[in-house]
Every structure is written in structure tokens, then in C-alpha cells.
């Protein structure tokens, strides 16, 4: 792998200026009881009743991998990442100018960066946090682009109190469509759950009583997690203990639909040049795409954990 990294620079008169590093995961078919690399976690392909296994990928922006990694089945996006920031830093230890790493939110841990920081990377990536406080910078002015559909977004150069990073707010109107449509949904499902339960109080075979009622909306809490935090919910019962009523209530929901941050601390002015340093990771995107379509990496049927590694 190495080898090829090197003669791939050579044949392209590549000088890997940027690097995106993300994961992503496969499932295994069959119970795979002997295996240590096959464990149960968040399946990316929604396949939650198989194994899985993760794979970090380093690819830079002309699409060629850099490095690759299996880990087990239940790492977490950003519990990898020291091994891989090890690896890099040996292999880019004789350039003059490392690269600059571009990653998105369920990496960019403030310990994730406190360690890109300390082997001395420079760093793009999207800000984990919500809005914090914020201010305009000073003579910045929004500046409005347009992606691949042509659809508007909106670049503000912005401060945060207390860090030296730079930050740019993003506004895309194609993400807040998505992200309203989405919240509409869920918030659609979760009142319908509740009136569902509401009805059953006046069945006569219906769940009446007050832990039982309890726990049949707390299933709904952790089904719509996102949703549940907007609601206040009241449950009345009569002198015989049993639910009369539910009585739920919708909180103001912020608005902040189709907003993030980047956040950097490479000491570029110039908003379009940020925007397009973070479309890098569109690449690595697309080299899953490839890794799990054309080249057959989804899923694997292998038994053992050399035969899924060469796979």
C-alpha cells in the first residue's frame, strides 16, 4: 500500500496537499461466532441484525487511498483516529508542509483535533458542537455560491468567543428544505404515536395502566429521540390508578435548519477557497461508493478474519 502510494504520486506528479480521512462499514453474512473483527454496531446500511466491520480510508483529492485500516465491527468514528494520525505522521514525516486533513463531524472530536494540533496537521472539518456564541467578523459581508444543482449557499466568515479557529457559517437552502421535510416527518410519526396510545385508553381491552402506559410512551421517546426534547408530555389518571387521558404539548423548536460551521485553523481569508478545500470529502464518498458496488466490498461472506481482511 505504501508502494502504491508512492508510485502513484510519481505517476500523476501528485504532491498530496489534502487528505480526507473517514469510515465507513460492511456487514458480514452469517453469525461469524469465531470471528473478532465481526462485532455489532451502528451499521451504516441500516443492517442492524449483522456484523460489521469498519474500514478507515485516507484518500487524497485525486482519489487514490493513502492508507487503509480494519477495525472492529463496534469502533466508533473517532476512537481510530490516533492510529491513523500515528501512520501519517511517519509516512509524511520527510515533507516540508504535512497535509491538510479534511474530516467530517463524527471525527472532528475536540480530542481528535487537540491531536491533529499536536503532530502538527492542519485541519478542516465540520464543527461537532451546535451554534455557540458567535459575532460577525469585521468587513465581512456573506457571500452567496452555488453547488452542482445550482442551488444557492450562503458563506459568513464568523467569530466563536474563546478559540483561535476560524469559522464559517454555512447556509445551505437545499439542506434546510431537507432537514424541514425530515423534522415534519418525525414529528408527523411521533404525535401519531401518542394519539395512538391515547386511543387505547377507551378500548376495553387497551393499556390503561399507569407504568404500562409509562412504558409504551417511553418506546416512542427512544424511537424519536430528536423529536422528543421539543415535547412536554402529562399523563392524568383517576383514583383507581388507571390513564384516563395523555395530553402532550410542542415546545418552540430553534431554527437553525440548514446551518453548520466549518472550522479550521488554516489561516486562508478567502471564503471560497475554505468552502472548496471542505468539498474535498465528496471524494471519499465516492470511493466507498465504488469500494462497495463495482468492487463487490458489500457484503462479505468470509468466514475468518484473514480471509475478510484480504477481502
Not at 421535510?181 to 386511543?199: D, G, P, V, W
Request: hydrophobic share 30%; charged share 30%; net charge positive.
Amino acid at each position: 500500500e505504501q508502494h502504491l502510494s508512492k508510485r502513484t504520486n510519481e505517476l500523476f506528479d501528485l504532491h498530496d496537499t489534502i487528505y480526507i480521512y473517514d469510515l465507513t462499514n460492511t456487514y458480514f453474512e452469517g453469525q461469524q461466532n469465531k470471528s473478532t473483527l465481526a462485532q455489532f454496531g451502528r451499521s451504516k446500511e441500516k443492517r442492524s441484525d449483522c456484523k460489521l466491520v469498519v474500514l478507515a480510508l485516507v484518500v487524497n483529492v485525486e482519489g487514490f487511498i493513502k492508507y487503509s485500516q480494519l477495525f472492529e465491527g463496534n469502533t466508533s468514528d473517532s476512537k481510530s483516529f490516533l492510529q491513523i494520525i500515528k501512520e501519517l505522521s511517519i509516512r509524511t514525516s520527510a515533507t516540508a508542509r504535512k497535509p491538510v486533513i479534511v474530516m467530517d463531524a463524527g471525527i472532528s472530536t475536540d480530542d481528535n483535533i487537540l491531536l491533529l494540533r499536536k503532530n502538527g496537521f492542519d485541519y478542516m472539518c465540520v464543527a461537532r458542537s451546535s451554534l455557540k456564541e458567535y459575532s460577525v467578523e469585521v468587513n465581512s459581508t456573506p457571500i452567496i455560491i452555488k453547488d452542482k444543482k445550482e442551488q444557492p449557499i450562503t458563506l459568513q466568515k464568523i467569530k466563536v468567543a474563546d478559540d483561535t479557529d476560524s469559522y464559517l457559517l454555512i447556509h445551505s437552502q437545499a439542506k434546510q428544505a431537507k432537514e424541514d421535510s425530515m423534522k415534519n416527518k418525525f414529528t408527523m410519526r411521533y404525535e401519531q404515536a401518542l394519539t395512538q396510545i391515547n386511543s387505547g385508553l377507551n378500548k376495553k381491552s387497551g393499556t390503561k395502566k399507569k407504568e404500562k402506559v409509562w412504558e409504551r410512551i417511553g418506546r416512542v421517546k427512544q424511537k424519536y429521540p430528536s423529536i422528543n426534547k421539543h415535547y412536554d408530555i402529562d399523563v392524568i389518571t383517576n383514583e383507581q390508578g388507571n390513564v384516563t387521558e395523555i395530553k402532550w404539548k410542542q415546545k418552540p423548536m430553534p431554527k437553525r435548519e440548514g446551518k453548520y460551521l466549518l472550522r479550521t485553523n488554516l489561516d486562508e481569508k478567502d471564503e471560497q477557497t475554505q468552502w472548496a478545500i471542505y468539498n474535498t470529502i465528496r471524494e471519499i464518498e465516492a470511493s466507498f461508493r465504488t469500494l462497495k458496488t463495482d468492487l463487490d466490498l458489500r457484503p462479505i461472506y468470509h468466514k475468518t478474519d484473514a480471509a475478510a481482511m484480504a477481502h
